[in-house]
């Protein structure tokens, strides 16, 4: 497949055999984007028009990836030996700080330029970049005080991701340590500093970007700070994100330090409403899923990295009883691929509670657990993202993914279990091309220009690992 001719506008006119349209497959599909690298058409049971290029096999829209630090992408694989007697989150933490206090912006953006082919060729077209590494390791602000937040933009800019920018209100190092860490001097941004990059950031939005706004976590910034920040944006159009009861440790804290469990005083001081992301949410008691479920919030799981960090798992049960949203994320980068994280969503409640499908629900017409999975974290994704619309829908991106019916894992699969193999048959490298806006990104199985990025890439490592290792 060549490039189209008109990708100076994103503008196309394809046709899919078979395309996900309102939550089933439907056959014979034409996709037309506009100029910005918007579907204008969405049209099931059309033949092929002679003037549509006709895709290569099955298409799904593209997923959003709802949660992603970039640069922790440079110890993937390099934090799996015991270092400790009681290696845990917090032991990993100390590790993770390591590679935040030694990268530069050059540095970050080669590992995210890396990192974001490699979601691309995982089947996410967007990410949710909760970025806390602000400033220059003693604290300074850069010379550009967005200089990380530019790397970044520049890495999705050149993969072909779409990217939301998210800086993060952090300010203290726990909830009864009001100061920060000497190694977490660099992620220091109060609430007005957070706004303030907002503003920047939105300034800057086109097809592929757009900015909101995070708090890193209850235990890392003060009631006062989280009120001000929830204020200044009272009227933005971006999602809020927070990490929230991820460890048990950081509701344990909360209890004392406030009385209230982190949820239940994030709903108890009226801060939650529908743009607000509540990252991992593991640790949960009925009442506060209740709580987010009338807010209209949205929790975003990470299954791989909760599992790496020994986290816990979410009450998928109860969240799907509730109907509260659940977008997916791949956090730590320990995977990038969307079928691993929805396999591990289900894996881990299988284990739990000794029986299988728990996500499905027959009895509301949703017998396939992948394709409930799936659907739930697309939706939530776009939402995540602070996208109106998202999915092969009029209004939203012109982002897809073409299938490849010859990868190893999907031959000989009916049609109508595809979703189910995608998600519950491994290994597979199925995503034959990806489209973010209109524009091809991946082709083939290439994403465009691999070898340089794996390149700067691996000089950033060498420089990292050659030392300092276990
Ligand atoms: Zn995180």
Not at 55 to 81: K, T
Not at 256 to 275: F, H, K
Not at 303 to 317: C, I, M, V
Request: some cysteine; glycine content about 8%.
């Amino acid at each position: 497949m060549s490039a189209p001719a008109n990708s100076a506008n994103r503008a196309g006119r394809w046709w899919a055999p078979h395309a996900w349209l309102d939550g089933r497959w439907q056959d014979d599909v034409l996709l037309v984007s506009d100029s910005g690298g918007r579907w204008a058409t969405v049209q099931a049971g059309v033949p092929c028009p002679p003037d549509a290029q006709k895709l290569a096999g099955p298409v799904l829209p593209g997923l959003v990836n709802a949660h992603s630090h970039a640069f922790q992408r440079a110890f993937a694989g390099l934090s799996e030996r015991r270092e400790h007697a009681g290696d845990d989150f917090w032991s990993w933490r100390d590790r993770m700080y390591r590679v935040a206090g030694a990268v530069t912006p050059d540095d970050v953006q080669a590992i995210a330029t890396h990192l974001y082919r490699e979601l691309l060729a995982g089947g996410y077209t967007h990410v949710c970049e909760f970025h806390y590494l602000q400033h220059q390791p003693d604290g300074a602000p850069h010379a550009d005080p967005l200089a990380m937040s530019h790397a970044l933009k520049a890495a999705a800019e050149d993969a072909g991701i779409g990217l939301t920018l998210l800086p993060v209100l952090y300010e203290r190092a726990g909830f009864a340590q009001p100061a920060l860490r000497q190694d977490q001097r660099r992620f220091h941004l109060d609430a007005d500093g957070v706004w303030r990059a907002h503003q920047a950031l939105a300034a800057q939005s086109h097809a592929t970007f757009n900015a909101g706004v995070a708090v890193h976590s209850l235990r890392a910034a003060a009631p006062a700070s989280v009120h001000r920040l929830a204020q200044l944006a009272r009227g933005m159009d971006g999602p809020v994100h927070l990490h929230v009861a991820e460890q048990t440790a950081e509701v344990e804290d909360c209890l004392s330090a406030t009385g209230r469990r982190p949820i239940e005083w994030l709903a108890a001081e009226g801060l939650l409403d529908p743009r607000w992301q509540l990252v991992h949410a593991t640790h949960t008691v009925p009442a506060e899923i209740d709580a987010v479920a009338r807010a209209g919030s949205a929790a975003v799981i990470c299954p791989s990295t909760e599992a790496n960090l020994g986290d816990g798992l979410a009450d998928l049960p109860g969240w799907l009883d509730a109907g509260v949203g659940l977008a997916i994320g791949s956090d730590s980068h320990v995977t990038r691929s969307w079928t691993e994280e929805l396999r591990w969503m289900e894996y881990g409640q299988r284990l739990l509670h000794r029986k299988r499908n728990l996500a499905a629900a027959p009895d509301l017409g949703q017998p396939a657990t992948a394709a409930r999975l799936w659907q739930l974290a697309l939706d939530a994704g776009g939402r995540a993202a602070g996208q109106a619309a998202w999915g092969l829908r009029v209004g939203a991106r012109a982002d897809l993914l073409v299938i490849d019916t010859a990868d190893a894992a999907l031959v000989g699969v009916p049609g109508d279990h595809r979703l189910d193999a995608l998600v519950f048959s491994s290994p597979g490298w199925p995503w034959r091309e990806v489209m973010v806006a209109g524009r091809w990104v991946v082709q083939a199985h290439r994403a465009r220009s691999t070898d340089p990025t794996a390149a700067r890439f691996a000089d950033v490592m060498d420089r990292l690992w050659r030392t300092d290792r276990p």
